[in-house]
Each structure stands twice: as C-alpha cells, then as structure tokens.
C-alpha cells in the first residue's frame, strides 16, 4: 500500500481548469502587485470569516508580526503563547523584540489552558497569542474574558483553522486580530506563501493595510517603517478559486476522521478529543501513543506516510536557550512532542484509504501492547 501524508497534486488537478483559467486573467490583467485579484480575495475571504476586514499578507508569519506591531507590542512586553505550537508563534512575538511567554496546554485538547494562564501573567503582559492548533478551536470565551479583565488584547493565530467554528461562529473575528497562512499544505493553501490577517476593528485594519506596503497609504508617501509584505495576487487569484471548495473539502476532512475515531475507538492510543462547542477543522488527525515511535517505523515500512507536530518543542529548541527554561519546564509540551503521530489527513485521502490505516494502528499497537 501507498498513501502519502498529503497529496497537494491531486488538489491542483481536481481544480485545474478554474486554476488555470485564473493564473491566465491576472497574467492578461497586466497587474501584478495588489490591486483588483487581491482586494477581491479580501473581501470574500473576510465574508467567509464573518468579519469585517481582511488583509492580505506575504505569509503566516508576517501576519503575526504585523499584528503585534499594529497593537505597538515590542521590547519589554510579554505575549502568552502556547507551549504547544509552531515555532512561528513564538518567533513572531521574538521578532517583535518581546517576550513569549508559554502556557502549557490542556492535556485533552493539546490547546493553551485558559486556566493556566492567570498564573502567568505579569504587570509586562501585553497580549495572549492562542493557537487553533490541529484545526481543533482554542477555548476563546475564558480567553477573552482574562484578556478583558486585564486589559490585553487576543492575537490569534489561526494559520490551521480555516473553516473551524468555536460555539458555532467561524473562526476570524473573535479577538482583536486573527492571523493565517495560505502555506501549501493548509486547508486553505496557496501556491507558494501567503497569508492574511482578519479582524473587526477598522484601526487595526488600517495599520496592517499601511504597514504591508512600505508604510505607505499614497504612492511615494511614507507614514512610518513600514515592510514589504504584499499577498501576491497570482497566489489570491489561487485562493479565490479554492476558497469556494473549502467547506466542501473540509467536510471531506471530517469524513476521513470519523473514520479514524471509528477504526481506533479502541485501540490502545488517545483520539482527538473534540469538546461539544467545537467543530474542528481538521488540518490533522492527531493521534497520541508512548509506542509512537515503533508505531511511525511500521507505518513508514507499510507505506503510510505520517508526520509529527512537532518532534521539538519550542522550549527545546536552540533559538529559546536564553529564555533559560529548564527542561522539565513544560512538561505536557515536552510528552506532547515524544507521543504524538499525524495520520494521513487531507480532502484527497479516500474514507477506504483511511479505513485500511486505521485498521494496520490498531493492528500494530495490538501487537506492541501483547
Ligand atoms: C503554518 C503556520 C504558521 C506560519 O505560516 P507561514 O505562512 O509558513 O509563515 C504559523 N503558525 C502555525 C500554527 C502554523 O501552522
């Protein structure tokens, strides 16, 4: 058997006409930088997140840097961030010349614990950054009632979210600034980089609009130091096309996941847990075993592809030595990274391939576990 980890191919070929058709308009259009493609894009990318504005950026990261710089966070504040996430989070927040300061997560969701965040902030604390890590939602309401209570603003980093909804609303407009990657492999992926921010609030909006294009509202007039960090409008002619198969794909995502939880319910390994007012994504299937290793190696040898988010842990990393955390430090992250396996998840993964992984995990662990 061959089934790759994520077949990002088969999605240019199952839109290839509509694809081509719009690489061809915006190559005859004469436009290359901004303009018509990329103000389109925002605007249906803001109506699908039921929010009022959208900016188109270069990628996910910038959307986060840009998001912080537009809330004047730098040297001397803190941001909460999750211990558990891409070390896109953190390093947008050392970007910015501030402190990321990590809040274990909750050991069910792998999401940041609301819970454990009051005990972390400090008179520096400027904003909390949650991750919609997996695709599954972060827990937003007790989150934003500590930001309220404290007077800090809620950067979300949505960059494996498109199309999850938190107690029914999309995510997109929940916190003050909500950030995503169109990287290939998202659930809504270009191809090649790009990103946006979403957001209700029309000043923050503006700021990021200004600060994306050399600081600049008027051709050749300068406001502040601005960067250089434009949604390309070939990739937002791209994510046009695809954005109209999103919710269509993700129902294909929540297919091949029931399948898993169905094939593993019982099997010798933690499932996703997806409490009542979350309707994930499904940007991976995430599945947790002290075998994990042995379980990857006879997976890898059948064929199956798998991947692991993420096998370090940003704490662990070099670039976070001088934070000075002790290794034991955040140890739900730290087992996080020794256990968990992402099974073959995407919208082109037929529900029998799905099906004959399922059942080699729960043959596999069966064996291991006797
Ligand atoms: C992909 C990702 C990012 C960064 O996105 P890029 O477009 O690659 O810069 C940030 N955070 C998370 C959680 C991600 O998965």
Redesign the pocket.
């Known amino acids: 058997m061959t089934i790759p980890f994520l077949d990002l191919r088969a999605a240019y070929l199952e839109l290839k006409s509509e694809i081509d058709a719009a690489v061809a308009r915006v190559l005859d259009g004469g436009w290359y930088v901004l303009g018509p493609e990329v103000e389109a894009f925002e605007a249906e990318f803001a109506a699908y997140c039921g929010a009022a504005h959208a900016v188109g950026v270069a990628?996910?990261?910038?959307?986060?840097k840009l998001a912080l710089r537009a809330l004047n966070i730098g040297p001397g504040d803190e941001v909460i961030v999750p211990s558990n996430?891409?070390v896109?989070?953190w390093l947008?927040v050392t970007q910015r010349g501030a402190t990321p300061v990590p809040v274990e997560p909750d050991a069910r969701t792998y999401n940041i614990d609301p819970d454990r965040i009051a005990a972390s902030l400090t008179p520096r604390t400027r904003a909390i950054l949650p991750?919609h890590?997996y695709g599954q939602p972060a827990d937003l309401d007790p989150i934003l009632a500590i930001a309220r209570r404290h007077g800090l603003a809620v950067v979300e980093?949505a960059?494996?979210a498109h199309g999850a909804r938190y107690r029914g609303r999309r995510i997109g407009s929940h916190g003050d600034v909500v950030?995503w990657?169109?990287?290939p492999s998202?659930n809504l992926g270009a191809f090649g980089?790009?990103?946006a921010i979403t957001t209700n609030r029309a000043d923050l909006a503006d700021r990021i609009r200004v600060l994306r294009n050399y600081g600049s509202r008027e051709k050749y007039v300068n406001e502040v130091v601005g960067v250089n960090s434009r949604l390309d409008p070939l990739q937002a002619a791209v994510l046009r096309v695809k954005l109209q198969h999103l919710d269509d794909w993700n129902a294909r995502r929540r297919t091949i996941a029931a399948v898993y939880t169905d094939g593993l319910r019982d099997a010798p390994l933690a499932l996703p847990h997806v409490p009542d007012w979350a309707e994930p994504a499904w940007?991976l299937y995430v599945i947790k075993t002290t075998n994990r290793d042995a379980l990857q190696k006879r997976l890898t040898n059948a064929g199956v592809g798998t991947s692991i988010h993420y096998p370090i842990p940003p704490h662990k990393q070099k670039v976070y030595a001088d934070l000075r955390l002790a290794p034991d430090a955040l140890p739900i992250a730290s087992q996080l990274a020794d256990e968990v396996l992402s099974l073959p998840m995407g919208p082109h993964l037929e529900p029998a391939q799905a099906k004959e992984v399922s059942d080699l995990v729960a043959t596999v662990l069966s064996k291991i576990d006797a």
């Not at 990628?59 to 986060?64: S, T």
């Open positions: 990628n996910g990261l910038d959307a986060l996430t891409y896109a989070t947008a991750v890590l980093d960059a494996q950030c990657s169109f990287y998202k980089d790009a990103g940007h």
